[in-house]
């Protein structure tokens, strides 16, 4: 009787260890606030001088976060503002874009029927005053806040314009300026589209139809999520769903304190002609979700570069000040059960950001171990896919880097080749708009002279880059290629600089075209069987 008893007590007791555990744990959570709490105050009733709170906070915040994981973040009023601008795709402003050139803001291009083009503000107009105050030699960050203001709100703009002795002044009543997501849609090929996302917000899947609709009778597309670094997960998991049956599983997420959640398509194939994704290195988060998606679900083929490894779930918490903090709360999953997130360190940003530039440096080359990789299976054919580590894509393309020299990187770092695109439109813009009137006629027949690309050295010269003529001549086609994309962005749109660049320089589009055309040779065997071989270094070229 009495063993009896004592089982039962020591079973009682043992069932109460959870609770004193999380007491205990509750309780040093409670001294740490109490110790933070007493040096706030210390620091503000007893400091020898007056002390400015908010940086101290901020910094204090900056710090503890700064110990956890590489995407828990603090954000204050200003960057949380710049941050919801972006992702719910409008702001308020006159609708011109920018540059600043020998201290002077030169309207670069308008937004059209926007306020700015609407009162008559032109494409390398001079904004030397606004609202009075002389503007000359303001830097790119204080710009938006004196453009930019309530929806309604008059600015006032002082303009010189080339071929105009007096300044001409305008009256630019704000309004809202869309942002997009959808850079560029247009037929590659024959009923092949190819549509470029830089990131995912409130109006990407609206932009994205839209662009769809606008290529007309496909039955093939180029999904360009290249240097889309994520954004919004419903935008996200929409997209994903765009090509995949209804209710099929998309994504997943499991955390320490929150349920699991599980993501899947709503209406559902949409599209469901050929389909090549193009990622690479700096593809993270919500484009990583897609292109897993696709991947594990055998729907097209990937093709490019691995993925950053993005592939943890920030929950934003306001802080009552505007300011708010990103904290990571749980982890993606792909279909298959893949986690995408790269191994980190908690409190090593900066070894884990130095890693990424190093991967940068090593493309077409795995750096990720393979001893950490985990082998996964596609929910179709049952091919190999692997985790650990971003998303590895099924055709690994690498760069043909013979063309870039250390010349054309100093040219491109010291912003070169912006002023001279700037100072070439301002120059020729006029008889650009009459000898190529439309973007077909400029891709076939304009060509950058010899005395132009001298113009850029001489511009580089200038910006303290002495002149290297074997760097020079490594790149000099390149350079061309890139400054005559530019300079079709500026008289077109950037849909037409992705146009111009891609079948030029772009390996990774070239290989998608290929595959697309050559489907049922090429890409249709890539998603019916084990690509990966233990040759982690095979690149299909």
């Known amino acids: 009787m009495r063993r009896g ?6 079973s009682y007791m043992l069932s109460l260890l959870p609770c004193v555990v999380q007491a205990q744990r509750s309780n040093a959570s409670l001294r740490q606030l109490q110790k933070l709490n007493r040096v706030y105050g210390h620091l503000q009733n007893h400091y020898v001088d007056s002390v400015d709170m908010q940086p101290l906070v901020e910094s204090a915040i900056r710090g503890m976060l700064e110990k956890l994981d590489p995407h828990s973040t603090y954000l204050n009023e200003a960057e949380m503002k710049s941050e919801q601008e972006n992702f719910n795709g409008e702001f308020s402003g006159i609708g011109v874009e920018y540059n600043i050139l020998n201290d002077t803001i030169i309207v670069v291009g308008t937004v059209a029927q926007g306020p700015a083009e609407s009162v008559g503000v032109m494409p390398n107009d001079r904004i030397v005053e606004i609202d009075g105050e002389n503007v000359v030699g303001v830097s790119r960050n204080e710009v938006p806040p004196k453009l930019r203001g309530e929806k309604g709100s008059v600015v006032n703009v002082g303009i010189v314009r080339r071929g105009v002795q007096d300044v001409l002044y305008f009256a630019i009543t704000r309004n809202k300026i869309p942002i997009t997501t959808v850079d560029a849609a247009y037929l590659a090929a024959d009923k092949t589209g190819y549509i470029k996302v830089n990131r995912f917000g409130h109006t990407t899947m609206q932009e994205f139809r839209e662009a769809v609709e606008g290529l007309g009778d496909i039955d093939a597309l180029i999904l360009d999520l290249d240097n889309n670094g994520g954004g919004l997960l419903e935008q996200a998991v929409e997209m994903a769903g765009y090509f995949l049956p209804k209710k099929s599983l998309i994504v ?35 484009s ?40 990571t709360v749980a982890r993606y999953h792909t279909p298959s059960g893949r986690t995408i997130q790269r191994p980190y360190e908690r409190g090593h940003k900066e070894e884990y950001y130095k890693a990424h530039a190093e991967r940068l440096q090593s493309v077409g080359r795995d750096t990720l171990s393979s001893d950490l990789r985990k082998e996964y299976r596609t929910l179709r054919s049952g091919r190999v896919v692997y985790a650990d580590g971003g998303i590895k894509p099924d055709v690994v393309v690498g760069r043909d880097t013979t063309l870039v020299s250390d010349y054309m990187v100093k040219i491109i770092a010291q912003g070169v080749y912006s002023d001279f695109v700037l100072d070439y439109l301002d120059k020729h813009r006029s008889r650009l708009e009459i000898d190529y009137p439309t973007f077909e006629k400029f891709d076939v027949e304009f060509d950058l002279a010899d005395e132009d690309m001298c113009y850029l050295t001489e511009r580089a010269k200038a910006k303290g880059i002495a002149f290297d003529n074997v760097g020079f001549e490594q790149s000099r086609q390149l350079m061309k290629i890139q400054l005559s994309a530019m300079i079709a962005q500026r008289l077109y749109s950037v849909s037409e600089y992705y146009q111009y660049i891609n079948p030029r320089v772009s390996e990774s589009y070239k290989k998608s075209l290929w595959l697309l055309n050559n489907w049922k040779s090429e890409a249709e065997p890539l998603l019916k069987r084990n690509i990966f071989p233990n040759d982690d270094n095979m690149c299909y070229n």
């Open 5 to 10: 008893v004592v089982v039962i007590f020591i």
């Open 252 to 286: 997943s997420t499991e955390g320490r304190v929150i349920e699991p959640q599980y993501y899947y398509a709503k209406d559902g194939g949409l599209f469901d002609g050929r389909l090549v994704v193009m990622i690479n290195e700096n593809s993270a988060s919500g």
């Open 288 to 327: 990583e979700i897609v292109a897993g998606a696709v991947q594990d679900w055998d729907r097209g083929v990937l093709v490019g570069h691995d993925s950053f490894g993005k592939g943890l779930v920030q929950s934003q918490i306001p802080l009552g000040d505007g300011s708010a903090i990103r904290l």
